[in-house]
């Protein structure tokens, strides 16, 4: 029925190493992971990350922070200067229609 000249397709895959199933067995049970070990690897790897959005988090309330006392600030000299122009305004304004003084000994 199969004729010696016939040849194999081209493109067979080919078994190149021979696997002994006991082996497999056997490292499975050593390659028991190590959870310590899997977890350190995960924190060294998420560090980085947890770095920048610590960063990111900082610099956001550094600036809310800062804005707020800014506006504390600019809201208290604003007033200080308002009340000061006013109480020039009106010294000088008395001073324009108070009569002369004169001093007895000038």
Same mark, same amino acid.
């Given at each position: 029925m199969n004729s010696p000249n016939r040849h194999p397709p081209r493109f067979? $895959? !080919? +078994?190149? &190493? #021979?696997v002994d199933p006991a082996s497999l067995t056997t490292t499975a049970r050593q390659s028991k $992971?190590? #959870? &310590?070990? =899997?977890?350190?690897?995960?924190?060294?790897?998420?560090? $980085?990350?947890? @770095?920048?959005? +610590?960063? @990111? @988090? #900082?610099?956001? =309330? #550094?600036? !809310? +922070?800062?804005?707020?006392?800014?506006?504390?600030?600019?809201?208290? =000299?604003?007033? &200080?200067v308002d009340m000061f122009v006013r109480q020039a305004v009106i010294d000088a304004l008395g001073s324009q229609n108070a009569p002369a003084v004169t001093h007895p000994h000038g």
């Amino acid at each position: 029925m199969n004729s010696p000249n016939r040849h194999p397709p081209r493109f067979i $895959p !080919t +078994l190149t &190493e #021979v696997v002994d199933p006991a082996s497999l067995t056997t490292t499975a049970r050593q390659s028991k $992971p190590d #959870v &310590e070990a =899997l977890i350190a690897q995960v924190q060294r790897q998420v560090q $980085p990350i947890f @770095e920048r959005r +610590l960063q @990111e @988090e #900082v610099d956001r =309330l #550094v600036r !809310t +922070l800062v804005a707020r006392q800014w506006d504390d600030v600019s809201a208290k =000299l604003q007033v &200080e200067v308002d009340m000061f122009v006013r109480q020039a305004v009106i010294d000088a304004l008395g001073s324009q229609n108070a009569p002369a003084v004169t001093h007895p000994h000038g």
